[in-house]
């Protein structure tokens, strides 16, 4: 039994007395999370041909059944995990189930499902497309095959990015800084070793692989000094304690409470990639598996920015005036520097990675706003880039030269005119980003740069200025991906669009399709949106 | 309203009552009954018809460009019976609102997509449909011969649908929408000929241009948006007449015209509209004359309570559109290309019904009223244009035409009446239009009638000679053709949609102008024009005075281009000629203030130049190119490099929190 109001702490009902773990309120968590172990005994037990099928499938089972438990988790809100000290009143509680954190579930295991049916793809290969069954061995060489015959399969993909997409549930979810660290951690590990599997172009993938452990380390270490400040200040890890503190706490302590609301923001910033802690972004975009790119691009990005507005509107909510002018910069050296940077780009992952870091910008645009009607427009633009970004990576996968994907920019051109069905799609998505009206790219935009107008005061109104004029910037980067794809001709040596599987075209279509439904009819989903904006303190 | 946005925000039940606020609100639009509520036909069908031909692909070549005209005119049907039942109702009852289905509603911010037919939109829609579907027609016998003629119908279809949506749009938001499909169709169309790099480059520049433009107008609705709290035009112009703040006023003002100014082509994002002549004929002649780039001016007219509340910005459309009026003109009696040089004298026209739509309630009614004489003659001498081209194996340098009266007879008579419309001859169309902008701008008191009125005045003279040196040297004179050509008569499917337009050239004016039809339908929107407001000049005088000096046009451009040889190339000239040849070095302007300052920057691309952000269209996508190569060093791969700009950051922003608390 729970409660959601907000203004209910001196009166809480009974059941909070004392230890409480509500099991249906976390039922999705425990789903996805049953779901990766029981992969790892299919790794270790079921036989070599049949694990690709029984993985695929028992992954897309159990995000599914996660979804579907969201309605259930949807009745049981409140926090959980833990209890209300009965001497102090205080609320120690792990988790919090609340409007943001299960939309941000529901997302994530959604374009999961999307994600994890690109990464399925396989040509009519033994294994996943993507991903290297041994790191030593030329792509598509004898060795290689023997490899594979040898059961050097690559099916831990899936169990793997189980494991990620708890983590990444779990982040949006956690109540106090240590279990956010955890979660962060968690959804880390396994996109360290996804990163790296890549079956072409292996030295980059290797390298992109190490360059994100380092730096996320790194980060890691940022976030955690942070909270050891913020310990200090307030002498909980607890949002609520924090926020509490912060209220009453004296201004002499703002040594401590500045630099560590900074330092915990850099390890949230780190990983939806904004600058100056984005120079892992392109480099890992490149690198990674094209379809793992996809995966961590949505799903990475919405989890971090779920965490960053409770941590934002819960954590640190009373004191926010004086740190939000950190938080201020680092939105405008995003917008900018990602629509600039975007324009340079001669890669189509890297390009795509840029403009990843653009919208890091935008959304932060809408973070800053600081009003109920902001957090539900940035919930929508997670959505609604985040399905966009799985379809566009998973059509780069498709673009191919010799078997290798053919990311150069100069290679695509023509493509319009030899394939018009992906390079129309491809285009519409790039309209999307782009925020061209009747797509969903275009309401995203439209709502989280009015919030910052509406609620912002005149902060709110150059942020949103700053990022009209970014916008502005990076439509000419997709303006150009689309001449390219329909008025240029095609160079001699032509790249071809190989005929994907089922599971890729779903993908495909379903990302596509939001994006279109999002633009036409966004009401349902801001409805929704707007309806979950409501955190639980 | 700021408050009251939150106020909402906080509370569901105020909520309700802002939604039965608006509900009482929108009485003044009423309902849509009867055959009023299938305007939205209008902007389904030719939306059809694009997605048919685009998704039908090959399978649809046969019948797509017939069944694209067919949903053109079914368009056009549609708005004709919408008309005729708008006609059966009392003025005050002919604004009709449709309400199609909740575009957005996130909790306060209620937009739902909707149609406003009025009588300003009721026009637009006439002028769309009508002039649109006698250029499908025409296209279909003039791109008879083109492998790729069913895409080039689709576009159309999409340009039809997606002007007719701006024009229809209840919320500047739609609105908007509709304004990027017309963009797009635009930019789509201009480099439909795309194997030809230059006409690339100028779709490219098009764009740039446009999304200048585009910027203004979203910057635009935003702070609409922060200001009232809506972007319905009910709400917003409601508001904006009563408890409007000034500088908002100015602010939203100044940016719709900036939008305006991107999508007609107006100083100082005119020098794209020359380069568009690239698309097919038929294109330039429904988009960049007749309805497309008049755009601008739907939008000042419709936003007038805005305009209103904002003196300011009122006057600076006066001016842009002086100096575009004079500037289109200018360029106009120098160039040699028949399309570039009727593109000028778009510009100048343009120039003319901004002019007017920022003089005031004197002057919105003739500024839609030139808009649409002008997309009749307009229209009409494009397609004599394309006509001509047509027999003169695509060529376009008037200097190798000459005495082609003889060759086309129907091309020559419908141009002829083109030619007298827009010089303002009575009676033809353009002399009951224009003539009413010259009389207007005359109106008012201080330097402002005199500077504006002899503006107008001025522009007139130099119309009659751009335009008679236009038509000399392409009909009469002596021939100077190339000697592999062998011109002839357009086939009938070209000549009919010629007739029509020129019979519209020629009595459209008449029947309307003078009757005071035109004015007494519009007034309900634009106001009733004051009364009392004389011209500083008498009236007889004035038109006397027009008269006298167009007069003087055409004799100069008798003296020079019928009378005397013309070279079949073009002499060196004089400074001013050579200026107005290069558009008034209007590219170099831009080059010098935007594009050279990031040009040396931008060597070191590997790419961008040649595909996609180039030349002088993209002046400041070259200087964002040129920072973005030096950013892009930053990057160079090593993960201690990237270590060290996390670090830096950090510190960085620390430091700038420290100094700021």
């Known amino acids: 039994m729970t409660a959601v109001a907000p203004l209910a702490l001196p009166t809480l009902p009974a059941a909070f007395q004392q230890s409480n773990v509500d099991y249906l309120a976390i039922l999705p968590l425990l789903i996805v999370f049953g779901t990766a172990l029981v992969g790892v005994l299919v790794e270790a037990f079921a036989a070599r041909e049949r694990r690709h099928a029984i993985q695929v499938t028992l992954a897309v089972v159990g995000l599914l059944a996660a979804a579907a438990s969201i309605s259930v988790a949807a009745k049981h809100q409140g926090l959980t995990m833990g209890l209300t000290d009965g001497s102090s009143n205080r609320q120690l509680f792990a988790l919090a189930i609340d409007g943001p954190a299960l939309f941000m579930q529901g997302t994530i295991l959604l374009m999961g499902v999307l994600g994890v049916l690109t990464m399925a793809e396989r040509f009519g290969g033994i294994g996943p497309d993507a991903f290297t069954p041994s790191g030593a061995s030329t792509p598509g060489s004898a060795t290689e095959t023997a490899a594979a015959r040898a059961g050097a399969l690559t099916s831990e993909v899936f169990p793997l990015t189980m494991f990620a997409i708890f983590g990444m549930m779990l982040f949006p979810t956690t109540n106090d800084l240590i279990g956010m660290f955890v979660a962060l951690e968690v959804l880390s590990l396994p996109l360290y070793i996804l990163s790296g599997l890549a079956r072409r172009r292996r030295l980059l993938s290797q390298e992109a692989s190490l360059k994100y452990f380092l730096l996320g380390a790194f980060s890691s270490a940022f976030f955690l000094f942070g909270t050891a400040l913020l310990y200090g200040y307030a002498g909980s890890v607890y949002f609520g304690d924090l926020s509490k503190a912060i209220a009453a706490g004296p201004l002499a302590m703002n040594g401590l409470l500045l630099p560590g609301a900074f330092l915990v923001f850099v390890g949230l910033l780190f990983k939806v990639g904004a600058v100056p802690f984005h120079a892992w972004t392109p480099d890992v975009y490149q690198g990674a598996p094209t379809p793992v790119t996809g995966f961590m691009a949505a799903c990475t990005k919405a989890a971090a920015f779920g965490a960053i507005l409770r941590l934002a509107y819960v954590g640190l909510d009373t004191g926010r005036w004086e740190w939000t002018n950190a938080l201020v910069l680092v939105a405008l050296l995003t917008m900018v520097v990602g629509a600039v940077l975007s324009v340079t780009q001669t890669d189509m992952k890297r390009l795509l990675a840029y403009s990843s870091i653009a919208h890091a910008g935008f959304i932060l645009v809408g973070v800053l706003a600081f009003d109920r009607k902001a957090v539900g427009a940035v919930l929508f633009y997670l959505v609604a880039y985040g399905f966009s970004t799985i379809a566009a990576f998973a059509i780069v996968s498709l673009v191919r030269q010799n078997g290798a994907e053919a990311t150069h920019l100069s290679q695509w051109a023509g493509l319009g005119k030899r394939y018009p069905v992906v390079a129309g799609a491809f285009a519409f998505l790039m309209l999307a980003f782009a925020g061209i009206p009747l797509t969903s790219g275009f309401v995203s935009k439209f709502g989280v740069f009015s919030a910052a107008v509406g609620t912002g005061g005149a902060t709110g109104t150059v942020l949103a200025v700053v990022g009209v004029v970014c916008s502005a910037i990076t439509v000419f980067v997709y303006a150009r991906v689309i001449v390219l794809m329909f008025f240029s001709d095609a160079p001699d040596d032509a790249v071809e669009v190989v005929t994907p599987s089922v599971s890729t075209t779903f993908s495909i279509a379903i990302g596509t399709l939001v994006t279109l439904a999002l633009g036409v009819l966004p009401s349902a989903l801001l409805d929704l949106a707007d309806r979950a904006s409501q955190f639980v303190r | ?661």
């Open chain 2, 1 to 661: 309203m700021g408050t009251l946005v939150q106020t909402l925000a906080s509370s569901p039940s105020t909520l309700s009552t802002y939604a039965v606020g608006l509900a009482t609100h929108e009485g003044e639009a009423h309902a849509a009954s009867g055959v009023t509520a299938y305007a939205w036909l209008l902007v389904a069908l030719p939306l059809l018809g694009a997605a048919v031909l685009l998704l039908g692909g090959r399978r649809t070549d046969k019948f797509g460009p017939l069944l694209a005209t067919c949903l053109s005119w079914g368009a056009f049907v549609v708005g004709a019976i919408v008309f005729v039942a708008m006609l059966g109702r009392g003025a005050g009852d002919r604004a009709v609102g449709i309400n199609l289905f909740d575009w957005v509603a996130a909790g306060s911010f209620k937009v739902s997509a909707g149609l406003l037919v009025d009588q300003l939109s009721m026009v637009f829609v006439l002028l769309i449909t009508f002039v649109g579907s006698l250029i499908h027609v025409y296209s279909l016998g003039y791109m008879e011969h083109d492998p790729d003629r069913r895409r080039f119908f689709a576009y159309l279809n999409l340009f039809v649908a997606a002007m007719l949506l701006l024009v229809l749009a209840n919320s500047y938001l739609l609105l908007y929408v509709g304004w990027e499909g017309v963009g797009l169709a635009s930019y789509l169309l201009i480099g439909f000929w795309n194997y030809n790099p230059a006409y690339a480059t100028a779709a490219n520049k098009a764009f740039v241009a446009n999304r200048v433009g585009d910027f203004g107008l979203s910057v635009a609705i935003m702070v609409m948006f922060f200001h009232f709290g809506a972007v319905d035009f009910q709400t917003v112009l409601g508001a904006a007449g009563s408890n409007a703040n000034q500088g908002f006023m100015t602010a939203i003002g100044l940016m719709l015209l900036l939008g305006a100014c991107g999508k007609s082509a107006q100083f100082p994002l005119q020098s794209w509209l020359g380069d568009a002549m690239a698309g097919p004929t038929p294109v330039s002649a429904l988009i960049h004359a007749a309805t497309m780039v008049t755009a601008g001016v739907y939008l000042v007219v419709r936003s007038s309570a805005i305009f209103e509340a904002a003196p300011t910005a009122q006057l600076v459309v006066v001016i842009v559109g002086g100096i575009t009026l004079l500037f289109g003109a200018i360029v106009g009696c120098a160039k040699d290309d028949i399309k570039k040089a009727l593109a000028a004298s778009t510009m100048s026209q343009i120039g003319y019904m901004m002019l007017a739509a920022g003089l005031g309630p004197v002057g919105y009614a003739f500024a839609i009223f030139h808009l649409l004489t002008h997309g009749f003659f307009k229209a009409g001498m494009f397609l004599g244009a394309g006509s001509v081209m047509h027999g003169m194996n695509d060529q376009v340098d008037m200097r190798r035409f000459g005495g082609l009266s003889g060759a086309m007879k129907i091309t020559w008579a419908t141009f002829a009446l083109g030619w007298l419309a827009i010089l303002g001859v009575p009676p033809f169309s353009g002399f009951w239009s224009k003539d009413k902008i010259i009389e207007a701008a005359f109106i008012g008191e201080g330097w402002r009638p005199w500077v504006f009125g002899l503006t107008a005045l001025i522009g007139a003279g130099i119309t009659a000679f751009y335009m008679s040196r236009l038509f000399f040297m392409t009909f009469h004179g002596k021939k100077r053709w190339t000697d592999d050509v062998h011109p002839h008569e357009s086939p009938k499917l070209m000549t009919v949609p010629m007739i029509v337009l020129a019979a519209g050239s020629a009595f459209l004016g008449l029947i309307i102008g003078p009757t005071g039809l035109f004015t007494s339908w519009l007034e309900p929107i634009t106001g009733a024009e004051p009364e009392g407001a004389h011209p500083v000049i008498p009236v007889p005088v004035l038109m006397a005075l027009t008269l006298l000096l167009v007069a003087g046009g055409i004799a100069l451009a008798w003296l020079r281009y019928w009378r005397d040889e013309v070279p079949a190339t073009a002499p060196a000239g004089s400074l001013l000629t050579q200026a107005a040849r290069r558009d008034l070095y209007q590219d170099q302007v831009n080059e010098a203030i935007l594009m050279r300052p990031g040009i040396h920057l931008t060597r070191s691309l590997v790419f961008a130049d040649s595909k996609g952000v180039d030349g002088a269209a993209g002046g400041l996508a070259a200087l964002v190119g040129g920072t973005s190569s030096r950013l892009r060093k930053l990057q160079n791969g090593f993960a201690r490099s990237y270590a060290l700009t996390m670090l830096a950051g950090v510190v960085a922003i620390l430091g700038a929190l420290w100094v700021m608390s």
